[in-house]
């Protein structure tokens, strides 16, 4: 399985995300998977480069962006990335998404009821963002999608047990799905350490301890492998590429064009 190993990726690709340890996760992924978490929790990041991994199992991939609340890190602003590694992106109508309940359109329902390959749900943060998914609840199978919340130890609203805790249940109860799984996200972005990756760990373990919500990965930039070790931790590991960066970043670091959809 290119790009999956126990003790580590068979296939690095310069430039892509990859995993350790990852491959009795990938083996036990259903359909869909579907991203919520706080607000700046990393989660698009997170299911941007989720999807892109998934593209070296072979198998179809789509995703589709449903964040309405974050103007600058939304999937679809690494549009032309996704596509050009033969990423399907759904995006739905701006009109859909301005009403006081967000709709999903057509195009993104029919590929959450059946479809080729998998599906990636990008739900925006915390339960405003997660309300676009009301309108799916009723008709979800449940024993096709997985719903991750993705935390982040270093932001103001999910930096205890209890606050994460509440969060949850927010999100469970306005988006009408299960979470059901975590993904640590822990990070400073540019100051991000080993230590606050294993902080975002500990706390996860406390989370998962009271939901019986298990963890699924832990998401960690590639840069940091030079001081942190993925074998280290009995958790599967995504390695990521960013690629959902600020206006004035994407000039200086990627080129004008580079996200221009």
Not at 60 to 76: E, G, K, M
Not at 107 to 123: C, H, N, P, Q, Y
């Amino acid at each position: 399985m290119s790009g999956f190993s126990k003790a580590g990726p068979l296939a690095e690709v310069a430039g892509r995300p990859f995993w350790f340890n990852a491959e009795n996760f990938i083996a036990g992924l259903r359909r869909v998977s579907i991203f919520a978490g706080g607000y700046g929790s990393g989660k698009s990041e997170i299911a941007v480069n989720f999807a892109l991994s998934l593209t070296e199992l072979g198998t179809p991939v789509t995703i589709a962006d449903l964040d309405i609340v974050n103007p600058y890190f939304r999937s679809r602003e690494a549009r032309q990335a996704l596509e050009q590694r033969g990423v399907r992106v759904l995006m739905p109508p701006v009109t859909m998404m301005e009403t006081d309940l967000p709709m999903i359109g057509a195009e993104i329902r029919g590929a959450m009821v059946s479809g080729a390959g998998f599906l990636i749900l990008d739900l925006g943060g915390d339960p405003v963002g997660a309300r676009v998914m009301a309108s799916l609840s009723q008709g979800a199978n449940h024993d096709e999608y997985n719903s991750f919340f993705v935390l982040n130890s270093r932001r103001p609203f999910t930096r205890t047990v209890s606050q994460i805790q509440s969060l949850l249940g927010d999100i469970e109860s306005t988006s009408g799905l299960t979470v059901t799984h975590l993904v640590v996200n822990s990070h400073l972005i540019e100051e991000t350490t080993a230590a606050i990756i294993q902080e975002g760990i500990k706390l996860a373990e406390a989370v998962s301890a009271i939901t019986a919500k298990p963890i699924a990965f832990i998401a960690i930039e590639r840069r940091v492998l030079d001081e942190f070790d993925p074998n280290s931790i009995d958790y599967p590991v995504l390695v990521l590429e960013r690629q959902l960066l600020k206006p004035w970043e994407r000039n200086d670091r990627l080129g004008p064009r580079c996200f221009k959809i």
